[in-house]
């Protein structure tokens, strides 16, 4: 039986072996390593991360946090992308409470506390579903944010106790767009429409122009990260 131990020398080894790999070699190496045992996170906000791990693994499972609190085209977003890639399978983690429950408990905790909904509505549900897996792959990379500037292409996730791959962490935007265009990648209508971070509809806005594009997410509060990722 692995253990976490296992998995964080396996994390370690890998981070040192993988540190130039491109992302279908991450990849490859994630379906050979794990099997049915990793999963796929997308926020939909596109499509990439999907098409890639597609080809690595055709039946792969992927994690949708499902907040309910998203833009309508976030989930017809992910309804596409499940009509387009039928081999997959969509794991939508929810929160134990409905939005309407929580407001009434709580009222708008998006607008009063922020990060407490960000922990029950995604952090929580996010752990749940990891539980049952050895990896994860993200679409985090090195320019969406300063926080993330040193993002490796394997790590150690010791917050979720398991094994965290991010295929396209040295993306450039150019390198991203150019995927997009290349393959005729499904996108989230928001994009166009200048959402450049698309989480939940109350915390997100346009970046301003020069701003990074994370900038709209949570803007004009210091909260820069919903928990998932740090």
């Known amino acids: 039986m692995t253990t976490a131990t ?13 540190s130039d790999a491109t992302a279908a070699e991450a990849l490859a190496w ?34 949708f946090l499902e907040t309910g609190y998203h833009f309508a085209e976030t ?4 309804d596409a992308v499940e009509v387009t890639y039928p081999s997959i399978r969509i794991v ?7 939005v309407a429950d929580q407001e ?35 679409g985090v990379r090195r320019v969406d944010a300063p ?4 993002t490796p292409i394997v790590q150690w996730d010791d917050r979720n106790g398991l ?24 996108e ?12 939940c509809a109350p915390c997100t806005a346009k970046p301003l122009p020069g701003q990074d594009a994370r900038s709209g997410r949570w803007a004009g509060l210091a909260k820069t990260e919903c928990g998932l990722h740090g």
Do not use: H
């Not at 296992?6 to 993988?18: F, G, M, V």
């Open 6 to 18: 296992d998995l964080e020398r396996l994390a370690e080894q890998a981070q040192e072996e993988l």
């Open 30 to 63: 994630t379906a050979k390593t794990f099997g049915d045992n990793f999963i796929v996170a997308s926020n939909m906000q596109d499509a990439v991360l999907i098409d890639l791990a597609v080809k690595a693994k055709p039946d792969v499972d992927i994690l």
């Open 75 to 78: 989930i017809g977003t992910r």
């Open 92 to 98: 939508n983690a929810e929160a134990e409470q409905s």
């Open 104 to 138: 009434a408990e709580f009222g708008l905790l998006n607008k009063t506390d922020p990060t407490q909904c960000c922990f029950l509505r995604k952090v929580v549900p996010l752990q749940k579903t990891l539980a049952r897996y050895g990896a994860w792959v993200t």
């Open 147 to 150: 926080t993330r500037a040193s």
């Open 163 to 186: 094994v965290k791959v991010n295929p396209i962490a040295p993306w450039t935007d150019e390198e991203f767009r150019d995927y997009i265009d290349a393959n005729g990648i499904l």
């Open 188 to 199: 989230n209508p928001l994009v166009g429409e200048g959402y450049l971070s698309i989480g």
